[in-house]
């Protein structure tokens, strides 16, 4: 899941003012609303992307399909952040459309259905922050240690966290286990190509595409490790000694 490591937890009370600055659905005819007035690449303290509205001013006029495609988003970002810190139990529709400042009757139009919205969710902001990741290494990285810390950070940060949830939820639940399996088969190849790209990989080398597999699967070790615990300098020295082993394989 790509990107760099973020904060963490948002308070309610940051919610409470997203949640007066909105503005319930105009009517049938445009099942978005009027949009909550905010700026365009806003990151709330979560460290997601317009999980949040703001009060300053929008410029009148924007296009309809701007407005909802700004809703969808923060929509999305927002789905991600509460299920990063409430869980499954604790992540319902009403609650996303409060964080992200629209109405329930908005997010609906957008996300039919609890499944819906989740599953857009983490696969929208592991996109946004697989593309995070491929600008830190515009060119490629000499520095293989490099990108091994920045591929070990995807499995720290509030997306993981929220991936699991996730997770937990579907091996309860036939309909979500079978929807969340394809998107995690989805984001692992795509996490698996942004590590052979930056890494320089070699695939058609007998044990290159065992050793990068085997590196995003202690990168997620690694993630486990620290949800419970500050893991950070043990971190430190399996990423060091990930960027020799790698440079011994690869070269």
Request: contains cysteine; negative net charge; hydrophobic residues 40%.
């Amino acid at each position: 899941m790509g990107g760099v490591n973020t904060a963490e937890a948002s308070d309610d009370a940051t919610a409470a003012t997203a949640a007066r600055a909105a503005t319930d659905p105009a009517g049938p005819q445009d099942a978005t609303g009027p949009e909550p007035t905010g700026h365009a690449g806003h990151t709330d303290r979560t460290g997601l992307p317009g999980a949040h509205g703001s009060r300053g001013s929008r410029p009148a006029h924007v296009p309809k399909q701007d407005r909802s495609r700004a809703t969808r988003q923060r929509l999305l970002a927002a789905a991600v952040a509460c299920l990063a810190e409430h869980g499954w139990a604790g992540s319902t529709v009403a609650v996303v459309a409060e964080r992200a400042g629209v109405s329930r009757g908005a997010a609906q139009h957008h996300f039919p259905t609890r499944e819906d919205l989740f599953t857009a969710a983490v696969e929208y902001v592991a996109e946004e922050r697989s593309t995070a990741l491929r600008a830190l290494f515009p060119e490629g990285a000499a520095d293989r240690r490099a990108v091994v810390a920045a591929l070990v950070d995807l499995f720290t940060g509030p997306l993981f966290r929220a991936a699991l949830h996730l997770w937990v939820a579907a091996s309860d639940e036939e309909q979500l286990r079978v929807r969340v399996t394809e998107l995690e088969a989805r984001v692992g190849r795509e996490t698996h190509r942004i590590a052979v790209d930056l890494l320089g990989a070699d695939e058609s080398r007998p044990g290159v595409r065992e050793t990068v597999q085997g590196l995003l699967d202690m990168s997620r070790g690694l993630g486990l490790a620290h949800l419970l615990t500050d893991d950070t300098a043990r971190r430190e020295r399996v990423v060091a000694q990930w960027g020799v082993i790698l440079n011994g394989v690869l070269e």
